[in-house]
């Protein structure tokens, strides 16, 4: 089993910045692809950006120029630097990875319990 606890949500002005962490934990063997998705309001959860093991990236349309995702592999921990914020991304942040466990074996997708972002206008 993989445990991923996220950290960094909260209350930001339109303009401002916020940074995500997103620690992974457990039998884990390998992580592939980590990522973050968000759920606003009444919608459904979208992509925002994911990042594989070798450090490619890809963004979301909404969010490119403005955020940044990295992560740090001997940490198994993801990233996503959120500069020149705007209300229209306030949302629920979830954390996300795909990763090889030794218990139970096999590859399977975890998700965090997600962070609350609001930005204010």
């Known amino acids: 089993q993989v445990q991923l606890v996220e950290s960094g949500g909260g209350l930001v002005q339109a303009g401002g910045s916020l940074r995500l962490s997103c620690a992974a934990s457990?039998?884990?063997?390998?992580?592939?692809?980590m990522g973050w998705y968000r759920q606003p309001p009444g919608k459904q959860r979208e992509l925002v950006a994911t990042t594989s093991s070798r450090g490619s990236t890809n963004y979301a349309d909404s969010v490119k120029g403005r955020f940044t995702i990295s992560r740090d592999n001997a940490k198994n921990t993801v990233y996503l630097q959120m500069n020149s914020l705007k209300p229209e991304d306030s949302a629920v942040y979830y954390c996300n990875a795909e990763a090889i466990t030794k218990r139970p074996i096999g590859l399977a997708a975890y998700w965090g319990q997600g962070t609350q972002v609001t930005v204010s206008s």
């Open positions: 457990g039998t884990i063997l390998s992580i592939n692809d």
